[in-house]
């Protein structure tokens, strides 16, 4: 009698596993036209996934995990002032994004995943090209090239009178400077990233809590070794300079005095 509730067991099992795991069609408008400031997209699957993202480039703007609260959550990225939720569910995800500039130019990609057993992920990708959208957004200020160990880094906001600002580094939100129009920092390898290490330092304009524009600046890690080497090599030239021009001042002198 046991054999069936447990061939039923199996077979349901079974069935999990081979079901597929695609993203049947991602859209993405090829073009956006100038005078076109809202576009919609979305991603289409056939899957049991546990975590969806939207990406622009390596930047992740949107994030839908199923049975979560919040289920969905969005990122300020450049060139789309606004990201929206039309709707997200079993069969498909559709955003639409907002005030668009040509920064919105890019690649798009979706992504869902299943991290636990069975594992899976799918990705896809589709090129949107955006023409003639001018914005005015923040600007931003007082950021550095380059950065060395304990050193502050320090950055300036200028947006709306009505905005809020809030800053992100590596695209992760500075809670606590969320409304100040100033962010100071102290410079430590670890918020360096990538080859060559660099961050990111962004701040974003909201009214009426939504995102209205944003601006992103890079600098680069000063490596204390390098910079050694390079004042040595440096110091080596100098000497080396001074030295041409000693000998050079001897031989005439040496000249002069026949």
Not at 9 to 20: F, V
Not at 37 to 65: H, M, Q, S
Not at 118 to 135: L, Q, S
Request: some cysteine; proline content about 6%.
């Amino acid at each position: 009698m046991l054999l069936c509730p447990l061939l039923v067991l199996l077979l349901l099992a079974s069935a999990a596993c081979t079901r597929t795991f695609n993203i049947t069609h991602l859209i993405v408008p090829e073009v956006v036209a100038p005078g076109i400031t809202d576009v919609e997209i979305e991603c289409r699957y056939d899957a049991n996934f546990t975590l969806l993202n939207w990406f622009k480039g390596p930047n992740e703007f949107f994030r839908y995990k199923p049975g979560a609260a919040p289920s969905t959550r969005s990122f300020p990225i450049l060139g789309v002032g606004r990201v929206e939720l039309i709707a997200c569910g079993p069969a498909a995800c559709r955003l639409r994004l907002g005030a668009l500039t040509e920064e919105a130019t890019g690649l798009y990609r979706c992504d869902i995943e299943r991290d636990v057993p069975p594992y899976k992920f799918e990705t896809r990708t589709a090129y949107m090209e955006v023409h003639g959208h001018e914005h005015r957004r923040p600007l931003l200020e007082g950021l550095a090239e380059e950065y060395g160990d304990e050193d502050d880094i320090q950055a300036y906001c200028r947006g709306a009178p009505d905005a809020e600002i809030r800053w992100y580094i590596n695209g992760r939100e500075i809670e606590e400077m969320r409304g100040s129009p100033s962010l100071k920092r102290q410079s430590s390898r670890l918020i360096f990233q990538g080859i060559p290490p660099v961050v990111t330092v962004q701040c974003a304009e909201f009214r009426y809590g939504k995102l209205s524009g944003s601006k992103e600046m890079k600098a680069r890690w000063i490596d204390p070794a390098n910079s050694q080497k390079d004042e040595r090599a440096q110091e080596q030239r100098n000497s080396s300079q001074i030295l041409s021009i000693s000998v050079g001042v001897i031989l005439l002198l040496c000249f002069i005095s026949l």
